[in-house]
Each structure stands twice: as C-alpha cells, then as structure tokens.
C-alpha cells in the first residue's frame, strides 16, 4: 500500500467521509501535489525504514515550496521577500535538525521552561460583611436585596 493510499484511508476513516469519483481524483491530486513539494519520494521512505535520516535542511526550501506557502496563506510575496523566506526556512529546518541530534532519553517532560508552582493564597472562608450594612445605603431594597429598574420585558 503506498503512503497516497494509505493516507487517503486515513482520511476517510477519521472523517467519515467515503472517498470516491472525482473527489478521490482531487484528494489523489493534491496529495501529490503536497507529496511533490515536501520532496517525498518511496526511496526516502524506504531510508526512514532503515533508519537513515533523511536531512530536510540539505534538500532546501524551493521556489515551488514557497509558492505553495503563499497559496496556503493567501499571501502575495515580492521576490525579495521569497529569497529571505527561503533563507530564513532553510536557517530554521536547519536549527531543527541541530536539535534532533541532542540527547533527550532522561530529559522528563516540561509544560513549562522554569519551575513553576501555583502562586495563589490558599482559600479560606471568611465571614461576609453583614447584609443590613450594605443595604443601608441602597436607594430601594427589597426583601434584603437591591431592587433595580426593569431592564428586560
């Protein structure tokens, strides 16, 4: 089963939705499309099943990749800004994959960068300002509340 058909069942299974016709022409083509553009082929599948890592930051970030960004979020980049986005995309997977290589087997899991401890006071029950003190200075009251104009009819 290739990754297309795989993927395609997934879809159908989480959506729900039965894939046929000319919808799983659409989905068949965009998925290409998308497979197309990341750099994916069977041969790179067949290195991550062997284990060999295949580095992302040495295939690069393409023309035909950012035009598929813009696509995706509907923006309009000058060709300037397409060669920064390529650069900074590249310094970014390249980052990445500096931090795969850390070791992180006996690092425990973190919700948060610094210790971080709940910072309220405990609760404690307290005794309440007496009624007929704040009802005092009400305007109108009404069998022990404040008594307010009519807002809704």
Known sequence: MSVQEKMIACLAENTGIAIEG????NVKTRLNMILDLIGYSEASETAAVENK????????????LIKYL???????????????????????????EMLNELDTDNVDAMSHPFPYTNNFRDDERKESTD???ILKNAPQQKDGCFKVPTTVE
């Open 131 to 133: 009624r007929e003190l």
């Open 70 to 96: 813009e696509e995706l979020s509907r923006l309009r980049l000058t060709p300037e800004e397409e060669d920064r986005a390529k650069e900074e995309l590249t310094k970014i997977l390249m980052y990445i």
């Open 22 to 25: 000319d919808m799983l022409e």
């Open 53 to 64: 890592v295949v580095n992302v930051a040495e295939t690069g970030i393409d023309d035909a």
